[in-house]
């Protein structure tokens, strides 16, 4: 039903910023709420941020808190992931998702995923 895909990732070095963007042509993101999640070679795929349809009540894992900022272009259908400041440690495969429930957005309950987009940190 909702077609996801990522972009804006790449190589940047430490301190540097990125915007990723999760769009969906075509459709529209009504109702759903959506949040991007990280993998890192080896280890589990990551909640990093949420925002909710309606409200846009957000929420960020610490790790990423005050340099991440996500935010929704509803008449664009597309999401945003702004990222500052960025440390090695963020360095990952980054996907949007969209999902009906809130509180299953954070445990990866979701109805979509996006394929990802890779965001490399240099020293």
């Known amino acids: 039903q909702v077609q996801l895909e990522e972009s804006g990732g790449g190589l940047v070095q430490a301190g540097g910023s990125l915007k990723l963007s999760c769009a969906a042509p075509g459709r529209t993101f009504s109702n759903y709420h959506m949040g991007w999640f990280r993998q890192a070679p080896g280890k589990e795929r990551e909640f990093v941020a949420g925002i909710s349809w309606g409200a846009g009540s957000t929420n960020y894992a610490d790790a990423v808190k005050g340099r991440f900022t996500i935010s929704r272009d509803t008449a664009k259908n597309t999401m945003y992931l702004q990222m500052n400041s960025l440390k090695l440690e963020d360095t990952a495969d980054y996907y949007c998702?969209?999902?009906?429930?809130?509180?299953?957005?954070?445990?990866?309950?979701?109805?979509?995923w996006g394929q990802g987009t890779q965001v490399t940190v240099s020293v």
């Open positions: 998702a969209a999902g009906s429930t809130w509180d299953g957005l954070r445990r990866k309950v979701v109805n979509y």
